[in-house]
């Protein structure tokens, strides 16, 4: 039973880079919108895209979490104990992003939409990255089993962080490139479709390239974490690659909504690749937190079963409809001249 | 009771493996900042559990009247909602946070105890945040029927997520479904754990308080507004229908609170004590209105005979627990904040009590809203009055559980996280909410000026009105 929550719980993390991070890579990709006249098609498309969405997808991090302290109640005590900073961080974060998207929808003065604008693309660029540099503590061994145990500064700002952060938010800014191009044709704006295009290839050969490279950052600064991505990991290593070159190739061509799986895959490959190349661990640092030792009683993971198995049979419909609903949108009504941020 | 060798089982534990009781743990600076993230939270918490059904209502009444005025209050109010419930949503996320990263040790512990409510809860807010994006963004999409369905799930997640999450805090008063034997936690049956005997009293407070705030702080919104002279039909329904939800709640919700302190009288003995400010145990015991505690002693307070054995055993022989009966170091402190938050509690609760019943006498003599500028006056504050009832009721329920986290079982020192520095994200919580307070205030006020209220709607008016 543990093991059947343990990947519920990597589900719902696969699931939260590929949908809340294709959000904060929007908002990034905000922020890189160029000036408010001509920037305001492209912010109109972005805030049309994840205006109904966002919330529901950031409940899967509160998932990870709750699956996390109910499933494995020793790794989050270790995990949140240690990586304290760049946690409350990531929490801030999460407030100023979700509070300035709403806030700048509700008002209507340029200067007003502008600094809530700019509050929003910037905690989407930064969340993501603290949310990297966390995974990258616990991938790299720097978080022991216990309270408090590893260093609360290096074990988010050493190399295997700062690359994972740096990865976390390209592959936000890519997917969710991705995502627009699609979105952008659909709601008959072949132009900015062609915009987000070239923005997918460009963020895309950059994340491939720094991903490539921090394999070189991971051999030297996490060894063990190296012959596990090397070792029993590597077919997932080698898929996220070769979904990542399909990718691109797709793009070249103008397949829009097939390159949506490729991209999601070379990305979710990744996280299933560092889980692979751990387990059994969850924490790698000694003296090493297995998902045995850290699994908790029988009931407890029974009842979580049971109460995830309903919980599930409710979502499912409800998420499909929500997305049917949105994604068979209409097209997005042109942008008013003096506020660019109301679709 | 077993919870006292438990916590003694523990704290050996704590003092063997040297996790615990570390120079560095701040235990001051965790609870500041729960409390005020909570605090602050659980004011947009009550919004979000209440506001969607007072959409509903006045969608609904629009839509079988076809009167473009409830059909306006449904929109403007759906659009505040949108505002409010993205706060809320992301102001929550930061409390699963602050569970590991202030409260690493309880999370430790009784991560499996008390985890399944918050996944329970997390499925619920899901559902909550799906159909809350099916309502708002598919308003112009959808027929009103379906519409108007989309909307029932929020009230009902919304509802249910304040139900579970409070199960996890009932547990930390009622600590029930586990065995500690040898220092080791055994025996973990979370479904006793959700259900124990403070649940049932402190979920249906909780819930009805939600509602209470709800309802008298969106009607004193437009109190204030009649008191400038907008007094058309739109302001009397944005009055009228919040108000009678609020007022409705009053009564229910005051013998529910005796139903909880009922239940603290036979469970938190030391707690009860610490509310009525009472040092020495005894029979006769007299209810105290006011004054402070100091030296063992309620000053300047004032007292009715027997009130407090009447209250809890309806019998003025009955025997109440004082705060001499512990040990000092198992005491709460901070006995007059205790004291005055329950009579705050208490007071302001009866006040809305009597504003209601003056509502209530004027619609039955009148049909009308009372034409006293005192009743619109009265409105107008019971709205921060009633955010004031509940916040005074949750400094009872944490306050009054010092010095543990979990009843009997876990200190608050021994539950913090030891890592150092917890001092600076308080002061960052405390920079960021401020902001955010101003912020959100600012925009709500904003939402509500930047497209005045027509005298008289057309429908083009309504329709045109968008709600994202």
């Known amino acids: 039973m543990a093991i059947t929550l343990l990947v519920l719980m990597w589900i719902s993390v696969t699931v939260y880079a590929l949908l809340a991070g294709a959000d904060f890579g929007a908002g990034a990709w905000d922020l890189l919108s160029g000036r408010t006249g001509p920037g305001a098609r492209r912010r109109a498309l972005i805030e049309h895209s994840i205006g109904p969405v966002w919330e529901a997808n950031h ?137 987000f295009r070239w923005r997918a290839l460009v963020i895309g050969v950059v994340t491939g390239l720094v991903a490539a490279a921090g394999l070189i950052v991971v051999h030297s600064d996490a060894p063990r974490l190296w012959a596990g991505l090397s070792g029993r990991a590597l077919p997932l290593v ?103 941020a109301e679709p | 009771m077993a919870g006292i060798a438990a916590a003694k089982t523990l704290t050996a534990l704590y003092l063997s493996t040297g996790t615990g009781g570390s120079q560095t743990a701040d235990p001051v600076a ?36 076809g009167d473009p005025w409830y059909q306006l209050l449904a929109r403007r109010w759906a659009k505040a909602l949108g505002v409010l419930f993205a706060v809320g949503a992301v102001s929550g996320t930061i409390l699963s946070f602050e569970m590991g990263v202030l409260w690493a040790g309880l999370m430790d512990h009784y991560g499996s105890v008390i985890g399944l409510p918050f996944s329970i809860e997390g499925f619920a807010f899901f559902i909550e945040a799906i159909f809350l994006g099916i309502y708002l963004y598919g308003w112009d999409r959808l027929s009103p029927r379906v519409h108007l369905l989309s909307g029932v ?28 034997v040898n220092g080791r936690l055994t025996g973990v049956d979370p479904w006793a754990a959700m259900f124990n005997p403070a649940t049932g009293p402190e979920t249906t407070h909780m819930i009805l308080a939600a509602f209470m705030v709800t309802g008298f702080l969106v009607a004193s919104v437009y109190a204030v507004a009649m008191l400038r002279g907008r007094t058309d039909r739109y302001h009397r329904l944005g009055l009228l229908i919040p108000l009678t939800f609020g007022v409705i709640m009053t009564p229910i919700q005051i013998v529910v609170g005796d139903w909880a302190a009922r239940y603290v009288g036979s469970e938190q003995p030391l707690k009860l004590a610490a509310m009525e400010g009472l040092n020495a145990s005894g029979r006769h015991v007299p209810e105290s209105i006011g004054g402070y505690y100091a030296g063992g002693q309620l ?76 009743f619109l006056r009265a409105t107008a504050v019971s709205g921060i009055a009633a955010v004031m009832a509940m916040e005074a009721g949750w400094i009872v329920t944490e306050v009054g559980r010092q010095p543990w986290i979990v009843y009997g079982v876990l200190r608050v020192a021994n539950a913090v996280n030891p890592a150092p520095g917890l001092s600076w994200g308080l002061v960052a919580v405390v920079t960021v909410y401020a902001l955010l307070t101003v912020v959100t205030v600012y925009v709500l006020r904003r939402l509500a000026r930047n497209r005045p209220v027509p005298d008289a709607p057309q429908e083009s008016d309504v329709t045109g009105y968008k709600v994202v």
């Open chain 2, 30 to 65: 965790a609870r500041s900042q729960m409390g005020f993230s909570l605090g602050w939270h659980i004011i947009l918490a009550c919004l979000g559990v209440g506001l969607p059904g007072l959409v509903l209502f006045a969608e609904w009444r629009g839509w079988r009247t």
């Open chain 1, 59 to 195: 409940v899967w991090l509160i998932f990870v979490l709750v699956l996390m302290w109910t499933a494995f109640p020793p790794l989050f005590a270790a995990v949140s104990s240690t990586l304290y900073i760049p946690l409350t961080l990531v929490a801030l974060g999460v407030i100023a992003r979700g509070s300035a998207f709403a806030f700048r929808k509700a008002v209507t003065e340029l200067w007003q939409q502008r600094i809530f604008g700019a509050a929003f693309a910037f905690s989407s660029l930064v969340t993501p990255f603290f949310l990297g540099a966390i995974a990258g503590g616990v991938a790299s061994g720097r978080v022991p089993p216990g309270l408090a145990r590893g260093d609360v500064v290096t074990s988010w700002l050493n190399p295997t962080s700062v690359l994972c952060g740096a990865l976390a938010v390209l592959a936000g800014m890519y997917l969710a490139a991705v995502y627009l191009t699609a979105d952008a044709r659909r709601t008959g704006q072949p132009e900015l479709a062609a915009e």
């Open chain 1, 238 to 340: 080698a898929l996220s690659g070769a979904a990542g070159v399909a990718s691109l190739a797709l793009l070249a061509v103008r397949r829009y909504l097939l390159v949506r799986v490729t991209a999601a895959l070379a990305v979710a490959a990744v996280l299933w690749g560092w889980g692979a190349a751990q387990y059994p661990h969850l924490l790698a640092a000694a003296p090493g937190l297995t998902v045995a030792q850290a699994a908790a009683g029988r009931a407890t993971l029974q009842a979580t079963l049971i109460s995830a198995g309903v919980g599930i049979a409710l979502l499912a419909p409800s998420l499909a409809w929500l997305f049917l609903l949105f994604q068979r949108g209409r097209p997005v009504s042109p942008p008013a001249s003096s506020s660019p």
């Open chain 2, 153 to 180: 799930p929020i009230v009902v997640a919304g509802i249910l997520s304040a139900f579970f999450v409070v199960t996890a805090n009932s547990w930390m008063n009622s600590p029930r479904g586990f065995k500690i």
């Open chain 2, 299 to 374: 000053h300047w307070a004032l007292k009715i005979p027997d009130g407090l054995s009447l209250l809890v055993h309806l019998s003025p022989n009955g025997y109440v627990t004082g705060l001499q009966s512990a040990p000092p170091d198992n005491r709460p402190g901070l006995i007059t904040l205790i004291h005055l938050s329950f009579d705050t509690m208490v007071g302001i609760g009866f006040a809305l009590l009597l504003l209601g019943a003056w509502l209530a006498l004027a619609w039955w003599r009148t049909r009308t809203i009372p034409p006293s500028i005192w």
